[in-house]
């Protein structure tokens, strides 16, 4: 390596340390390659009563780890009362595994928070998981399974009460891109949650781009109306001309404002968070 490289500082860690600066971080998950953290934003202030909670599952497709991705969300939805959690799982560049080691990790961080609660100040009745991309696929991964294959353990649902979906990948069937990162065809068929289809779900918000050439609108469209039929509250909102990135605040602040702003109304909505206080009922978000 070039003597220059060699001194250039590690930026990204850099970044990455002062984005979660207002967190603290926890490890939720000893497992065989190690920790995983997740990093809990709490509100300012006292209460006396339990907080909600909204955990963020990065995208990057179980590659990298991006904790920083929804710091920005967290960072809003503890101004807003919630305790905000970003969220790392197990990835390929750091721990040499794949999808199945993350939905592992995603179910047992809703049990460690529930587990949990009262250290954290948090309702574990009031939990809302978010999720970009593969994060999205993970959030879907806690709680579309039927009960039997989705089991408690120690008495303790990692099921949450509301999914928010960004660029949601809702497939990973033998013909679709993701399939050989599963040990096999069965497995990445067995956990595509376009075969988990079941009536009973929580309520969804989903966001998407037309234009997402990775994670195809029609696919999603198509998930939602599956789940319609099937009487589950999903409502998909469609971005025209928006690729797979176009809710992050460093790609589009006006798209971030939007989907955010839908977010905070849907929860409030389903009794997830509290009303804003000094302005006016908007009404349903869709």
Same mark, same amino acid.
């Given at each position: 390596?070039?003597?220059?490289?060699?001194?250039?500082?590690?930026?990204?860690?850099?970044?990455?340390?002062?984005?979660?600066?207002?967190?603290?971080?926890?490890?939720?998950?000893? @497992?065989?390659? =190690?920790?995983?953290?997740?990093?809990?934003?709490?509100?300012?202030?006292?209460?006396?009563?339990?907080?909600?909670?909204?955990?963020?599952?990065?995208?990057?497709?179980?590659?990298?780890?991006?904790?920083?991705?929804?710091?920005?969300?967290?960072?809003?939805?503890?101004?807003?009362?919630?305790?905000?959690?970003?969220?790392?799982?197990?990835?390929?560049?750091?721990?040499? @595994? =794949?999808?199945?080691?993350?939905?592992?990790?995603?179910?047992?961080?809703?049990?460690?928070? +529930?587990? !949990?609660?009262?250290?954290?100040?948090?309702?574990?009745?009031?939990?809302?998981?978010?999720?970009?991309?593969?994060?999205?696929?993970?959030?879907?991964?806690?709680?579309?399974?039927?009960?039997?294959?989705?089991? @408690?353990?120690?008495?303790?649902?990692?099921?949450?009460?509301?999914? *928010?979906?960004?660029?949601?990948?809702?497939?990973?069937?033998?013909?679709?891109?993701?399939?050989?990162?599963?040990?096999?065809?069965?497995?990445?068929? +067995?956990?595509?949650?376009?075969?988990? *289809?079941?009536?009973?779900?929580?309520?969804?918000?989903?966001?998407?781009?037309?234009?997402?050439?990775?994670?195809?609108?029609?696919?999603?469209?198509?998930?939602?109306?599956?789940?319609?039929?099937?009487? !589950?509250?999903?409502?998909?909102?469609?971005?025209? +001309?928006?690729?797979?990135?176009?809710?992050?605040?460093?790609?589009?602040?006006?798209?971030?404002?939007?989907?955010?702003?839908?977010?905070?109304?849907?929860?409030?909505?389903?009794?997830?968070?509290?009303?804003?206080?000094?302005?006016?009922?908007?009404?349903? *978000?869709?």
């Amino acid at each position: 390596m070039s003597s220059i490289l060699q001194k250039v500082a590690p930026i990204g860690e850099a970044r990455e340390r002062e984005m979660l600066k207002d967190s603290a971080s926890y490890a939720y998950h000893s @497992t065989p390659q =190690g920790e995983i953290l997740a990093h809990v934003f709490q509100p300012e202030g006292v209460s006396t009563t339990p907080r909600p909670a909204v955990v963020f599952f990065h995208g990057g497709f179980w590659d990298t780890p991006m904790p920083t991705q929804f710091v920005p969300h967290c960072l809003h939805f503890a101004s807003r009362g919630a305790v905000a959690v970003a969220a790392e799982t197990r990835t390929a560049s750091r721990h040499g @595994t =794949g999808p199945v080691e993350a939905i592992e990790d995603a179910r047992e961080l809703i049990r460690w928070i +529930r587990l !949990n609660a009262e250290t954290l100040n948090i309702d574990p009745a009031r939990i809302t998981i978010g999720g970009a991309a593969g994060g999205a696929y993970l959030a879907l991964l806690t709680t579309m399974p039927k009960e039997k294959d989705l089991p @408690t353990v120690e008495g303790v649902d990692c099921r949450p009460q509301a999914l *928010v979906l960004f660029s949601a990948t809702v497939n990973t069937g033998p013909r679709s891109p993701h399939a050989a990162r599963f040990p096999d065809t069965k497995t990445a068929k +067995r956990l595509s949650p376009t075969s988990l *289809v079941r009536g009973k779900l929580p309520p969804m918000l989903v966001f998407h781009g037309r234009a997402d050439r990775i994670a195809p609108f029609d696919e999603v469209d198509k998930f939602r109306r599956r789940l319609r039929w099937r009487r !589950n509250s999903i409502e998909l909102v469609d971005f025209e +001309r928006a690729d797979h990135s176009f809710f992050n605040f460093n790609v589009s602040h006006l798209n971030f404002e939007l989907t955010i702003g839908a977010m905070d109304r849907f929860l409030v909505k389903h009794g997830l968070l509290g009303p804003e206080s000094g302005t006016p009922d908007e009404g349903p *978000v869709l």
